[in-house]
């Protein structure tokens, strides 16, 4: 059973950055795809970026594309997502997720850090 811990949510202006940080337990971390996913209000919960098991493989939503950045660190069992230039959409409870196969359902999850953009 792997257990994943997002932190680094928060409050901040339109054109700021955070950076978010997810650290897994209770399993072998650098066999798992990573992503982050998010869910605003009212919304269906969406795919942000994810990142392969060595770091090399990098995926993104059309929306994000240029202003965040995925990456993992595998000898701290920690993937990261560093939002630049942010906006008042971004808003959302973002996600990270783990699977062993990617393109099939993640098999864990977070609880989720909330990230609000004010205008």
């Known amino acids: 059973q792997v257990r994943l811990v997002e932190s680094g949510g928060g409050l901040v202006q339109a054109g700021g950055s955070l950076s978010l940080s997810c650290a897994a337990s209770g399993g072998t971390f650098s066999s798992y795809f990573m992503g982050w996913f998010r869910r605003a209000p009212g919304k269906d919960r969406e795919f942000v970026a994810g990142?392969?098991?060595?770091?090399?493989?990098?995926y993104y939503a059309d929306f994000v594309k240029g202003r965040f950045t995925i990456s993992r660190d595998n000898a701290k069992n920690t993937v990261y997502l560093q939002m630049n230039s942010l906006k008042p959409e971004d808003t959302a409870v973002y996600y990270c997720?783990?699977?062993?196969?990617?393109?099939?359902?993640?098999?864990?999850w977070g609880q989720g850090t909330q990230v609000t953009v004010s205008s």
């Open positions: 990142i392969s098991w060595s770091g090399d493989n990098l």
């Open positions: 997720a783990a699977t062993k196969v990617p393109g099939t359902p993640y098999d864990y």
